[in-house]
């Protein structure tokens, strides 16, 4: 199984401190659902970025 989340944050609000510490939450709760792939999409000036990686969510940096 497998378990796909995301956070918009359009106006800005949250800290990214505040972005990691719901992202590692969300990651830590998907983890149950599977360990075998994990990855992530962002928007970096403009452009979508994405990583991805044979490990569990929980591990990515």
């Not at 949250?14 to 969300?26: K, N, S």
């Not at 994990?38 to 591990?59: D, E, F, L, M, T």
Request: charged share 20%; hydrophobic share 45%.
């Amino acid at each position: 199984m497998c378990a796909i989340f995301g956070v918009l944050d359009y106006q800005g609000k949250l800290t990214p401190v505040q972005r990691l510490a719901l992202f590692r939450e969300l990651a830590d709760a998907a983890q149950v659902r599977g360990t075998d792939a994990s990855g992530v999409a962002y928007v970096h000036n403009g452009s979508v970025q994405i990583q991805k990686a044979p490990r569990s969510a929980c591990k990515m940096r």
